[in-house]
């Protein structure tokens, strides 16, 4: 079943939702859910870990070969976006009026902040192919009671 779904990546997420729960399963029901799922995963993504140590709240996003430059980092309130800006490059000169080049694929990750942090106070690094975004912890208060 596995190898039948990824061979047809173009089904739309409803339709593979009606099979997962259509079709009895080959294996069992846990695969054909991770099935379902490693499918309907954007393929323009890239990996990020985020992770806690005693000071910060770390996030580490995996991007080879992709120069700083083409590294946009936004924050809103309680959410911060990695964005990678990629270009197609049209070395095609057509001057066919249907001719339309094709747009560069959207590659992006959001991550919820916690509301312990200070994002106004985050860093980031990119080194050997990883950002890494450093936002640091408040301090917490100690409540003396009586």
Do not use: C
Request: glycine residues 2%.
């Amino acid at each position: 079943m596995a190898n039948e779904k990824k061979s047809q990546p173009n089904k739309s997420p409803m339709n593979l939702m009606n099979e997962l729960f259509q079709e009895r399963p080959r294996r069992s029901a846990f695969s054909a859910i991770d099935d379902y799922f490693l499918l309907a995963a954007p393929e323009n993504s890239f990996p990020v870990d985020v992770f806690e140590t005693e000071k910060h709240f770390v996030i580490q996003a995996e991007l080879p070969g992709v120069p700083r430059e083409d590294i946009i980092i936004d924050r809103l309130s309680n959410e911060l976006r990695i964005k990678v800006k990629r270009e197609l490059k049209n070395n095609r000169t057509n001057n066919n009026p249907f001719f339309r080049p094709q747009r560069p694929p959207k590659n992006e990750k959001s991550i919820s902040l916690p509301e312990y942090v200070l994002p106004h106070k985050l860093t980031a690094t990119h080194r050997n192919g990883i950002l890494e975004v450093l936002i640091p912890k408040k301090k917490r208060k100690k409540i003396d009671i009586d």
